[in-house]
């Protein structure tokens, strides 16, 4: 038996490992310029509860993230965890989207192991950086024997939540991200790991379908983001560049303009696959006659960002149609 969990943390990047001119300087900075080892440096007593292990993987501003390093991120965290030597996974990213790997990861991880994602609002030069904590916090809770089944956790400012549900909220402050609706599932008070809940209903890593190994490409599907005057140009766009679904972040969850409509019309002709989101932070959107009659995809909880990782991952099994809603039920 070991005395002590073997923890690998995987480094991506972001404001994590961000670098800015002077220690006040916490917008303007540069995000993937401080290496994991640099980070560590300044992260204190990880060694007295676990042994560490190290991989830089990337150091990239998190926009930057494709769906090329979404597979090789995952790939790399399930071939990680298959070794009997690593007790749990912890993964540093950048905020902007975050949200969107932790929920791919949590949807294409094969294992029970605790996988945990952590980042940063403010840069490890600056004052009061976030960082440090929010790493140290990370690898408390990948220790945990009850992090043990519960999917990807997202850990950011003293708070544990849940990747199908954690998402950024606000651009600089420290409390940006969270799951309004649903709420966290545990948080970390003095260095100690406090679980609110088992787990969630929606399935996810060991209970996933999606299997990551037997996908080579992510089809390509954009979010169209719908206004005040929405027309129809985008959706030809995306028809274009060959899109194979559009996720629609209505304006208020349900109805959608004539204009987007007929431009949405042609696109399922063209066999792609409409799913209808919300643009609004919180609520569900449900099925409606309409999407019998339209034969599009109710959203249910998941915001547009995350509808589209689903909706990617949906593609790569099955085109039919009450198969992906039956995915954004269940998953
Ligand atoms: N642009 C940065 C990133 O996502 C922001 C951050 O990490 O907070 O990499």
């Known amino acids: 038996m070991k005395s002590k969990p073997t923890i690998k943390i995987i480094a991506t990047g972001g404001t994590i490992a961000g670098a800015g001119s002077s220690s006040t300087t916490t917008t303007g900075y540069k995000p993937g310029a401080v290496s994991i080892e640099e980070l560590l440096e300044v992260t204190p007593n990880l060694s007295d509860f676990s042994n560490i292990e ?43 989207t975050l ?10 991880i094969k294992s029970h192991k605790p996988v945990v994602i952590v980042g ?38 003293d708070r544990v939540g849940s990747a199908r549900y954690m998402a950024k909220m606000a651009t600089t402050t420290v409390d940006s991200f969270r799951a309004l609706e649903q709420g966290y599932i545990g948080a970390i008070v003095g260095g100690e790991v406090h679980f ?13 379908i999606f299997d990551v190994n037997t996908i080579v490409q992510l089809p390509e599907v954009p979010i169209i983001y719908s206004h005040l ?12 560049v060959g899109s194979k679904g559009i996720i629609v972040a209505t304006a208020g969850g349900y109805t959608i303009s004539k204009q987007a409509e007929q431009g949405i019309q042609d696109a399922l002709k063209k066999g792609v696959v409409i799913i209808r989101s919300s643009r609004l932070s919180t609520g569900i959107v449900s099925r409606t006659s309409m999407d019998n009659q339209q034969h599009y995809i109710a959203g249910e909880s998941l915001n547009p960002q995350k509808a589209r990782i689903l909706l990617m991952l949906a593609l790569t099994v099955t085109n039919d149609k009450d198969e992906i809603q039956q995915f954004f039920r269940t998953y």
Not at 99 to 108: D, M
Not at 198 to 206: S, V
């Open 54 to 96: 190290v991989e830089q993987l990337f150091n990239i501003d998190s926009v930057d993230m494709t769906t090329e390093r979404l597979l090789a991120l995952s790939k790399y965290v399930n071939e990680t965890l298959l070794d009997e030597e690593v007790d749990g996974v912890v993964i540093t990213h950048g905020t902007d």
């Open 99 to 108: 949200e969107e790997t932790a929920y791919f990861l949590h949807l294409v």
């Open 120 to 157: 940063s609002v403010r840069p490890a030069t600056a004052i009061s950086a976030d960082g440090p904590l929010n790493l140290y916090n990370g690898v408390k809770v990948a220790c945990e024997r009850q992090a043990h089944g519960k999917g990807v956790l997202v850990v950011l400012n």
């Open 196 to 208: 609110y809940y088992k787990d969630i209903t929606k399935l996810h890593t060991m209970d996933s």
């Open 229 to 240: 005057g929405d027309g129809r140009f985008l959706y030809d766009a995306a028809v274009q």
